[in-house]
Each structure stands twice: as C-alpha cells, then as structure tokens.
C-alpha cells in the first residue's frame, strides 16, 4: 500500500517527510556538529576535509560546499538542520531563505517588508504563481533581457 | 487543585530573539512588532502564574534525527539555553517544575498519550523566543524568568507531526492533569510557533494573512472545528513551516470550555474564553507573527 503524501502537488516546497529523513540522514547529523564551536572552526578552516569525515554522499557534500540550500534539500537536508551551516557562515534564516529563491538579498527583503509571498498560484503545481517551476529563478536574476 | 487561568499563543521566531539581545528592538523594522507585546509584558506582571507549561517544538537542537519524540515533557529541574550554531542566548537558564511536570507526566500518559520524558535537554529560541517577548529582557545572570517552566516539545520538524485534532485532544488531557494535582497552583499554557512562513524552495517567504487570521477566528470561538482542519491545508495555504500551528491547539485544547468528552458537556458550557489581546503583524524575518492571550471566564 503507497503512503498517503498528499504534499506532492505543492510548487517549491520540499517536505522532510520519513524518506527525505532516511536520505539525508548524514548530511543532517553533519549539520548537527556544526553546534559545537571547535566543530565549526574546523569545518571552517577546511570544509572538503571536515566533510569526508562523513559518510554523505558526494553530491550531498558538494551542495554543503556551494551552499546550495534547494539541492541539499532535495538529497534529504532539512531546513532547521541547514541553518546551521548558515550560521556557521554567519548567514540569518531570512538570507538563507531567499538565496533558494534566486531573488537576491535586497529583493527578497522587500518582498517580506511588502507583506510576503502571495498564495495566489502557488497552492498547486501547474498554476501560474512566482513559486511556479516555470518563473525560477525570480527576482532581477529570472529577467530576460 | 491546580487550575489553568489563562493561555497564550505567539509565533517564535529566532530573529526576534536576535533582535532584543543586540539591542534593536527599536529600530523601525522591529519597533511594531514589539509594540505588540507592551499589553502583554504588563499582564504577565498583573496575573503572574506560578508555572508555565510551555509547548514549543525543538529546531534540530536538543533532538538531533537520532531520536524524534513526537510528544516530549521536560521534568528536569533546570534547563540551559541551546548554542543553535551562534553561541547560546544571553538569557537566564530556564527553572523546571519537576514534580507538576512528573504529575502530568503520569496523568496523561494513563490518558492514552505515550509522552516521551525528557530529564536533560536544552532549550532552542522555540521556548526562550516566547519568555522573551512576554517578560522583557533579562540578564542572563542577574535575572531570572518569573516562574517555574515545564518544557513540552512537539514534533514538527519530520513528517508525519501530530494531527491538530490529536494537539487538541492533548490539550483536554494536560487540563485534567493539571486539575488533579493538590497544590494551588496559577498555572499557564502557551501554545508557540507560526503563523504563516515558508522557509524553503521557491515558495519561500509565503505569508497568508487572510488564512492566518480566519484560523485565528476559528481557534477562538470554535475550537473543535479548527482542530479538524487537516495537515495539507496548513502546508498549502500558511506554508510548510506554518503546521507549526498545530501547537497552538494543545493550549487552546485547554481551556475550560473545552468539554473533556460528553460528561463534561454542561460544565465546558458554563465556561467561556475572553480575548485579552490579539495582535499580528508581517514580517519577522520570513514569518507572520500572530499573538493572542486568552483567559478563562
């Protein structure tokens, strides 16, 4: 019998359901050493070597090293453990929020000060909202000139 | 007996927490979201309660993906504020109830909800974000939070995380422990996290302040019905982080005109709920912050 997901059909949103936990097992407890302060320092003076004392896998590592937050997700990374990578780099949670947007920082702010991101369009994939596959990546970067 | 008096939901977000230990909550971005919380600081001085039962969900802090309790209650005696990945906050340690904790610990476990007892951990801006906006700043030192707080910690973090309707049956089941335990005791329930934010994917930075505040409405003068309303809806329209709101239905679940089961039906309708305060307000960081305060009539 499949499992009820009914979260599937929703535009950029991964959710950190039982399989994503299994993927990304490592790659999150890699995420939880960085609350110790040596651990960051170490990771911080060499990233490649802190990280091959993991058994992530090697994609997995190479979205922790470009701080690629949407790839890290989609191999079985969860927000709350990212953000600690975040931290560690001294990134906030709103930086590191909009960097998975395209928008840059200023945008992403702005959109935030203007009252969010609208659920028009984006309640269902194939609708026609700016979270929509179709309108990546937003902001000045998704401009066609 | 021990009673609850009164309960209170607020968003919790680390930003905020940020904001009033650097110092900038008077800068113009933060200035009316603190605003918000002048009612509340003076209240908390006015009805001050002897223990706060304060449920919060843990951010991949005390609780790592080696264990994943969906209901966890603290009944350890102290409790250290967390170094999330930028130090710890510069807060006061958070004082337990271990023996209430224990109490309801055992009520609500032979109420058929398998908690998980949790006698060391640490605690996230989840539950220090909260205190913090009802009681001020506070030296890390010479300060101390005004009462005893009974950590209870649900997940939200992997899926599948509680269903509403299961946070508020809960919530009826806390209120029955907390009513059979013998001291006189002011107790509060805090339900935290929310309203609307997505902090992930293309979707991010999703604010729904219509949703928001008819569920609000909802939870208020119709509880029963709120807490039918199913996970995908609170993903959909308040966004993924948003099922943080689930939370907020174990306190309301609380309040004494929640009928226990139908036994209880003529003494939940002698009770009602008044609003003390209501406020909200976009943004905080990525997030809609909601606030209510509600007591016991």
């Not at chain 1, 059909?9 to 890699?30: C, H, M, V």
Request: proline fraction near 6%; hydrophobic fraction near 40%.
């Amino acid at each position: 019998m499949a499992l009820d997901k009914p979260y599937q059909d929703i535009p950029g949103t991964i959710i950190f359901d039982a399989e994503q936990s299994r993927k990304g097992y490592w790659l999150n407890q890699f995420c939880m050493s960085l609350m110790q302060p040596d651990n960051r320092a170490r990771f911080k003076a060499d990233q490649r070597a802190y990280l091959n004392e993991w058994p992530m896998t090697e994609e997995q590592r190479q979205a922790v090293i470009d701080m690629d937050l949407n790839r890290a997700m989609q191999l079985g990374g969860n927000i709350y453990f990212l953000a600690k990578i975040g931290s560690t780099h001294g990134l906030s949670f709103q930086q590191m929020a909009g960097s998975m947007t395209g928008m840059s920082e200023v945008e992403y702010r702005a959109m935030m000060m203007a009252g969010g991101r609208s659920a028009e369009g984006n309640r269902y994939l194939g609708e026609d909202g700016d979270a929509q596959a179709h309108h990546q990546p937003q902001g000045q970067a998704g401009k066609k000139d | 007996m021990a009673k609850i008096t009164a309960s209170v939901f607020t968003s919790h977000v680390p930003a905020i927490g940020a904001a009033m230990d650097l110092g900038k909550t008077q800068e113009d971005y933060w200035k009316p979201l603190f605003a918000g919380y002048d009612f509340s600081k003076q209240w908390m001085k006015d009805n001050k309660p002897d223990v706060i039962f304060l449920v919060y969900n843990d951010h991949a802090t005390a609780f790592s993906l080696d264990l994943i309790p969906t209901f966890a209650i603290g009944t350890a005696a102290e409790y250290t504020p967390a170094d999330e990945g930028f130090g710890p906050r510069p807060v006061p340690k958070v004082q337990g109830h271990p023996l209430l904790a224990s109490h309801i610990a055992h009520s609500v476990i032979q109420q058929d909800f398998d908690l998980t007892i949790v006698n060391k951990m640490d605690v996230d801006h989840g539950l220090t974000v909260p205190l913090s906006l009802m009681c001020g700043e506070k030296d890390p030192v010479k300060d101390a939070w005004p009462c005893p707080v009974i950590p209870f910690a649900v997940n939200v973090v992997q899926y599948p995380v509680p269903s509403g309707q299961r946070c508020f049956n809960l919530g009826k089941a806390i209120r029955k422990a907390v009513e059979s335990y013998d001291e006189d005791l002011n107790v509060h329930i805090w339900g935290t996290g929310g309203m609307s934010h997505q902090l992930q994917g293309a979707r991010a930075g999703l604010i729904n302040r219509a949703w928001d505040n008819a569920w609000l409405d909802q939870m208020i003068a119709d509880p029963a019905a709120c807490a039918a309303t199913p996970h995908i809806d609170y993903v959909r329209e308040a966004g993924s982080e948003g099922i943080e709101l689930v939370m907020w239905l174990i306190a309301r679940g609380a309040m004494s005109d929640v009928p226990y089961d139908a036994t209880d039906l003529e003494a939940a309708r002698a009770h009602s709920v008044r609003v003390k305060h209501r406020f909200y307000h976009v943004p905080a960081s990525n997030t809609a912050v909601g606030h209510l305060i509600l007591e016991n009539n």
